[in-house]
C-alpha cells in the first residue's frame, strides 16, 4: 500500500502567492537569494535562506540562521501572509512549462514506508549534505518544500482529480518569474479525500523523483521526534512528511548532466582505464544529440571528443543505509 495522507496545509493567502513563489533555495548562492528578495518581503526565500536577513559573511549553517528562518516563518503566519486550512485537506498540484503540465496531489507520506523501501530511492545521500534541511526542518517545525514522488498511474485517481478540476476553482493560477505556470485546487470534500486516500493504498509503492536528501532529511527529523517521545502512537504529524505525488505518465526525464573536475594529475588515459573497470567504453557514433539511445548507457565530452559508455552489468543501483 501507499499512504498519502491529508493535513491542513499552511499556504500563502491567494493574494500574495506569487510574492510568495520563490526558486529552490539550492539553485543560488546567498548574495544571489538576497538580490532575488530585494523589495519584496513576502519571498519564501526568507524562509528557506535565513541568513539574507542577516549581516553578510553569516555562516550559512550558524545557528541563527535557523533561528531566522523559524521567526520570519512565524512572523508571516501572524500578519497573514500565510493561513491555513481548518480541516486536513488534499492540493492538487499543477505544473506547466513549455508547453508540458503534469498534475499531482499534494499530501503526507510516511517515514515509515520510507525506510521500509515502499517509498523508493534511485540515489545514495550524503549525511553531510542532509544536515542542514535536518536543522532548518527541525528547528522551523515544519517541512517546507514538498518531496517530488511518482507513481503508476491508476483511472480512478485521473479521473477524480480531473472531476475536481471541472468542477472548482483553483486557489492558486499564475505564473512565476521562471516562467512556470502554477495552479492549485484545495481538496476539502470529505468523500473525494476518502476515495484517493484508499486509491493510493491499492499502489505498492512510489518512487521519489526529486528530493532524495529532503526526503531522507524529514524521516531523520521524524526520528528524532520519535525519540523524544517513545510513547507515540504513529499517528502524530512527526510521523509523516510533505509530498506531491505524480502520475508515472506525466512525467518526462531531462537530461542531468555532471562535470568531472580535479583529476589531481590523472592523464585522459587513466582516466578511461579507471572507467572501463564499471563501463565498457566506446566512441559515440550516433549524431546531433548525445542523449543516451537506450538504457544503461552514458555520453560523454573529453578532450572535445565524444565518447559512450555502457554498463558491464545490468545490477540495480542499491540504495545507501537508510536512517
Known amino acids: ?47 528557506d535562506r535565513g541568513e539574507i536577513d542577516l549581516p ?18 512565524n512572523k508571516m503566519i501572524e500578519k497573514g501572509v500565510f493561513i491555513q ?10 505544473l506547466t512549462m513549455e508547453g508540458r503540465t503534469k498534475t ?33 526542518v527541525d528547528t522551523c517545525n515544519a517541512n517546507t518544500g514538498p518531496i517530488f514522488l511518482t507513481y503508476m498511474d491508476r483511472k480512478k485517481i485521473n479521473e477524480t482529480v480531473e472531476t475536481w478540476i471541472r468542477e472548482h476553482s483553483p486557489v492558486y493560477d499564475f505564473v512565476s518569474d521562471d516562467k512556470i505556470g502554477h495552479t492549485v485546487w484545495v481538496i476539502d470534500d470529505r468523500e473525494t479525500i476518502d476515495v484517493l486516500v484508499s486509491e493510493f493504498a491499492e499502489i505498492n509503492a512510489m518512487y521519489i523523483a526529486d528530493g532524495h536528501h529532503r526526503n531522507a532529511s524529514a524521516v531523520r527529523v521524524g526520528l528524532m521526534r520519535r525519540a523524544a517521545k517513545p510513547d507515540y502512537t504513529g499517528e502524530e504529524e512527526f510521523n509523516f512528511y510533505l509530498a506531491v505525488a505524480f502520475p508515472k505518465s506525466q512525467l518526462k526525464i531531462y537530461d542531468y548532466n555532471r562535470v568531472v573536475k580535479g583529476l589531481n594529475g590523472y592523464t585522459e588515459r587513466d582516466f ?12 559515440y557514433k550516433g549524431e546531433g544529440s548525445l542523449r543516451p539511445e537506450r538504457p544503461f548507457t552514458f555520453g560523454m565530452y573529453l578532450n572535445k571528443k565524444v565518447v559512450s559508455f555502457k554498463r558491464r552489468t545490468y545490477r540495480h543501483l542499491r540504495p545507501g543505509k537508510e536512517p
Open 85 to 94: 486550512d481548518k480541516t486536513p485537506v488534499l492540493y492538487i498540484y499543477r
Open 272 to 283: 578511461l582505464n579507471k572507467v572501463s573497470e564499471v563501463f565498457k567504453i566506446e566512441e
Open 104 to 136: 499531482g496531489i499534494t499530501g503526507c507520506a510516511s517515514i515509515d514506508e520510507y525506510r521500509q523501501n515502499k517509498i523508493k530511492k534511485h540515489e545514495h545521500t550524503l549525511y553531510e549534505k542532509e544536515l542542514d534541511r535536518i536543522r532548518h
Open 1 to 47: 500500500m501507499s499512504i498519502l495522507r491529508p493535513f491542513k496545509g499552511i499556504r500563502p493567502a491567494p493574494g500574495l502567492a506569487k510574492k510568495v513563489a520563490a526558486l529552490p533555495y539550492d539553485v543560488m548562492t546567498s548574495d544571489e537569494a538576497r538580490e532575488e528578495v530585494k523589495d519584496n518581503p513576502y519571498s519564501f526565500l526568507h524562509v
Open 56 to 73: 553578510r559573511g553569516t555562516d550559512e549553517h550558524a545557528d541563527e540562521v535557523y533561528a531566522k528562518a523559524a521567526e520570519n516563518l
